[in-house]
């Protein structure tokens, strides 16, 4: 499997917050079940980096806390791309450093804890899952719950 890891901004990113990343895209990919070997793709932005890539992918002119680009959907008879290694490129997350530290100042949790459940969340995206609808919303974030407890990382 190859995770890829791309901090764009100014800060440096510690080594705990690159661990649980990866961390959580093995565990979410274990507990859905996942076993063909896959590429993620992670870029650490800014705010300012996440409100234009939202603005120019889903016309919201506003920064948010992590956006996901899944690449598969999972439709029977899909064809899927690989990489030079033959994985399946799974797709590309993006997770704003500086929202994150905000979200969790505001929840009173880890910086590590808000980038976990920001990863975990993303890959059930990546997974095929959505929120759009009540009951999709009940079944991801309960997905995300057990994730982060299977994971070590429970609710602060």
Same mark, same amino acid.
């Given at each position: 499997m190859t995770i890829l890891i791309d901090n764009r901004t100014d800060e440096v990113l510690s080594k705990?917050?690159?661990d649980v990343i990866e961390k959580l895209i093995h565990?979410?990919?274990d507990?859905?079940?996942?076993?063909?070997?896959?590429?993620?793709?992670?870029?650490?932005?800014?705010?300012?980096?996440?409100?234009?890539?939202?603005?120019?992918?889903?016309?919201?002119?506003?920064?948010? /806390?992590?956006l996901s680009f899944p690449l598969l959907t999972f439709e029977e008879g899909e064809f899927v791309d690989?990489?030079? =290694?033959? *994985? !399946?490129?799974?797709? /590309?997350?993006?997770?704003?450093?500086?929202?994150?530290?905000?979200q969790a100042q505001e929840y009173g949790?880890?910086? =590590?804890? *808000? !980038?976990?459940?920001?990863?975990?969340?993303s890959m059930l995206h990546l997974l095929g899952y959505d929120h759009m609808e009540e009951e999709e919303e009940?079944?991801?974030?309960?997905?995300?719950?057990?994730?982060?407890?299977?994971?070590?990382i429970p609710r602060e």
């Open positions: 705990e917050l690159s565990q979410s990919l507990y859905e079940g996942f076993e063909q070997p896959c590429e993620v793709s992670v870029s650490i932005v800014d705010n300012e980096e996440i409100r234009q890539i939202n603005n120019q992918f889903r016309s919201i002119d506003r920064a948010t /806390d992590v690989l990489n030079e =290694k033959d *994985e !399946v490129l799974l797709g /590309d997350i993006i997770i704003s450093l500086e929202h994150a530290r905000e949790h880890s910086l =590590k804890r *808000e !980038v976990a459940f920001l990863t975990a969340h009940k079944e991801m974030f309960s997905k995300q719950r057990e994730i982060l407890i299977k994971a070590g």
